[in-house]
């Protein structure tokens, strides 16, 4: 009998975790389903007469009518997936006009708590379906050299000033990023130098991404990318160029990118080589936010690094401070500055300069918020 109650022992044992697993798995669909709930209730008594009961404003509506504007329609699942909740937080916190939208999205931080905002929120979220989007809340700031993950819909005009002996080469490019059903982006450059008393347009860069993996709750994303160069002058070779990216979101104060990148002459395989870079964000700062420092790592890996004396390091190293500045009440019209400073093989530059001008016209016309 003693035989047998220990064989029958991993039996019991099972039965008792499967009951705490079943338990505890009932008990957080419980709260969560009590969340959703109580962020309904409040949806429904301080937000669905403007917004629909469904999250889809009725523009026919008298109300929607005497308001002047068409409040946002959380049933888009692009819309509803554009931002996160930390976002949308502000606006309902402190009311449109404070991020340069309608006044006649009035402000609740008076009048709910936040855990109330924060399970409206959660509801809300819900109302743009079942949808493979990726969440807003890992847009996460564009760095000057790391690839970003993050499909968007943007222009960005980008400067490089170089401090080097001889011609001091400024570099302009213009990149226009544009997305394409739930997970592709695509992506159209061009890039023009100035270079002494020589000023040429480099290379025209068509490209794509397409976001391999993205987890909302675990705060990351994964993305591929390529374009290729095409030469716009005869000095210029035809590059291709691949590239892996990756976001991740540490905690609420800090945020983590990393990319690595081919860079393959197709003419000239000695001008080849790849580049990482990661960077690390600061974004934890007080509303109104508008300036979040960051620091980027850059390593440079020659395919052909030379011979004897004129031999180059395996690894070019760079170091680049850099802040994004919020020019806009919402963000949406942004700079990004910093300079880029050689660890190694300091005969490269002395050091570069880079601005960034950034504008995500999804999130409204350039010349709105200021």
């Given amino acids: 009998m003693g035989n047998r109650f220990k064989r029958a022992r991993p039996l019991w044992r099972g039965l008792e975790l499967l009951f705490a697993g079943t338990l505890f798995m009932g008990i957080g669909t419980a709260a969560l389903a009590d969340g959703t709930q109580r962020g309904a209730e409040i949806f429904a008594a301080n937000c669905a007469a403007c917004h629909g009961t469904a999250g889809w404003p009725d523009p026919d509506s ?86 970003k993950a993050f499909p968007e819909d943007e222009w960005v005009w980008k400067q490089r000033y170089s401090e080097q002996d001889g011609d001091n080469p400024w ?35 068509p490209g794509f991404k397409y976001v391999l993996s993205h987890d909302k709750k675990a705060g ?70 508008r300036v979040f420092p960051g620091l980027e790592l850059v390593a440079e890996v020659p395919f052909e690094r030379g011979s004897g004396s004129q031999k180059e390091d395996a690894i070019q190293w760079s170091l680049l401070p850099q802040a994004r500045i919020g020019l806009t009440q919402r963000g949406h019209v942004a700079l990004n500055v910093g300079v880029e400073l050689p660890l190694n093989e300091r005969d490269r530059y002395d050091w570069r300069a880079y601005v960034y001008l950034i504008w995500d016209f999804a999130d409204g016309g350039f010349f709105e918020a200021w």
């Fill in 220 to 289: 990351r994303i994964y993305t591929l990318g390529v374009q290729a160069g095409v030469p716009l002058n005869s000095d210029a070779n035809w590059e291709f160029l691949p590239y892996l990216a990756v976001g991740k979101i540490i905690n609420d104060e800090w945020i983590f990118q990393g990319s690595g990148r081919l860079k393959l002459d197709l003419e000239d395989s000695d001008h080849s080589g790849a580049e990482f870079a990661g960077i690390v964000h600061w974004v934890h700062t007080p509303w109104p936010r």
């Fill in 62 to 147: 008298a109300l929607v009518r005497s308001l002047g504007v068409v409040p946002a329609d959380f049933s888009d699942a692009l819309f509803n997936s554009r931002e996160g909740e930390s976002e949308w937080k502000l606006v309902v916190t402190h009311g449109g006009a404070a991020l340069g939208f309608s006044d006649k999205m009035p402000a609740f931080g008076e009048s709910l708590s936040e855990d109330d905002i924060d399970s409206v929120l959660t509801y809300i979220k819900t109302l743009g379906g079942q949808h493979d989007y990726p969440d807003g809340s890992l847009n996460l700031f564009l760095p000057i050299r790391t690839k």
């Fill in 171 to 205: 570099k302009n490019t213009l990149e226009y990023e544009f997305r394409l059903g739930q997970r592709w982006q695509g992506i159209l450059e061009v890039n023009y130098t100035k270079k002494g008393d020589r000023s040429d347009f480099g290379h025209f860069e």
